[in-house]
């Protein structure tokens, strides 16, 4: 496991905690590896500060932390510290040296079904302390459950309601991919059996390697999650009853977690320890878990961004489910993250529109329900605003030539268009579209050809302007850019005017 060193803008000290590097970040704040006087190993978790400054946040995150301090299980990662009142609100809790479960099937496959009943019950057991202690999680999902060689351990519960208060009204924090019905519905209706319809849907990626419901776009997740049943491809027989008894529309025909762990009886963690585990889970898993348990080491590469959830990625405390970087493609050509500026435009462009934990907008989706037109697009594809893929074209890049990142004659003219800061490079590149003339404040949706939509809806800042560092968090390709001409198409999110732009990555 390894973490970004800090840089000038990160703070040195949080508490009384020394801070060693940076191990993620995200859509609710920074996380960092930090060790306390006597050596123990912790991770710190900030809130950031448009949060931070809403009407009785504070008293909130104060209620939700003293309740999550509560929650002692073994298959938890308990809340050590915390200070609500700090001009930037944080808290700690107890770094666990392990991959996340989101990880671990990324990199080594769908795991047997020994394992995901074992992890199975270590999960439910987490949650019925979660749920003693009066919290709900909100958020389960494969990238904030750890896997270490003596259990699961659910992280990051006890933030996401103060965080979801804070947010417009009628909006969720979560997951769409892995949430339950009434929780896309109305926040209001949450409750412990929301947390029971989670597990089953990341018992459902730790068997078959994808979530329940999947789409290109949060839209189409959330039509699914209302109007489909759950895509269980894969889902081995033995699997089928606990899954599907998790995945109930009605939250009251959900088990609770004491049932599924009578269910998952005999799966027992006593008197065995790493012995289970090691009988349990592949070579190829064990090796990951190996590799984490050796420590954090300070590493070059970048860390990935996505801290406190996404929509189907953060590992644990803080790194992203694509493959760790090696130091040799953080030096790229192009524009290198490593090299930007801390304040500078594409900087907080970045920072605005790689929210992954998804502030869900139930008000628009209850509108798209209604209008049975556009959902019978959104269910079929053939929608008029739909996407269609074109196949690459091989021959020289077309398009207007590259211009700066940015200028001061920058702002809405209603004409969109974009460019890349350069027309040709390596795979290891770092392609960067910039956009000018869109309205201020729209999000846009951003695809390569042939590949599906990212899953980051970057937003058009007042100038009409955007920056997207392409494949920078491996969304549209999980190693180097591939060979060829590739096609960018940009379009507002939920359709609009689309414009379009190519370049080319030589072998």
Known sequence: MSFEPLSGQDPRRIGSYTLLGRLGAGAMGRVYLGRSAAGRLVAVKTIRAEFAEEPDFRARFAQEVTAARRVSGAFTAPVVAAEPEAEVPWLAT?????????????????LPVPAVRWLAAGCAEALESIHEARLVHRDLKPSNVLVSLDGPRVIDFGVARAMERATLTRQAVGTPAFMAPEQARDTRQVGPASDVFSLGSTLSFAATGHPPYRGETVTDILVKLATEPPDLTGLPDELVDIVTACLQRDPDARPDPAALLAEL???????????????????????????????????????????????????????????????????????????????????????????????????????????GGILGRSISGTGAQRQQDQPFNYGPPQGPPPVPLSGASDRPTGNPRIVVNQPLGDGNTVFVVHGTGWTPGQRITVRLTGRPVSPTTPIVDITGTFNYALNQEHEFFAGPLPAGVHHVVVTPYGGGARAETTFRVHP
């Open 94 to 110: 107890s770094y666990v040296a392990a991959p996340s479960l989101e990880r671990l099937v990324r990199a080594c496959g769908p």
């Open 265 to 371: 009886a005999p799966v027992t963690y006593d008197d065995v320890g790493h012995e289970l585990a090691q009988t349990l889970l592949p070579d190829s898993a064990l090796a990951l878990i190996e590799e984490y348990r050796r420590g954090p080491q300070p590493s070059a590469a970048e860390v990935d961004d996505d801290t406190f959830g996404s929509e189907t990625s953060t590992t644990g405390h803080g790194a992203s489910a694509a493959p760790a970087r090696s130091p040799a493609r953080s030096a790229v050509q192009g524009w290198s993250r490593r090299e930007e500026p801390a304040h500078s435009p594409l900087s907080r462009l970045r920072r605005a529109g790689r929210i992954t934990s998804v502030l869900v907008s139930i008000g628009a989706v209850a509108g798209l329900l209604v209008l």
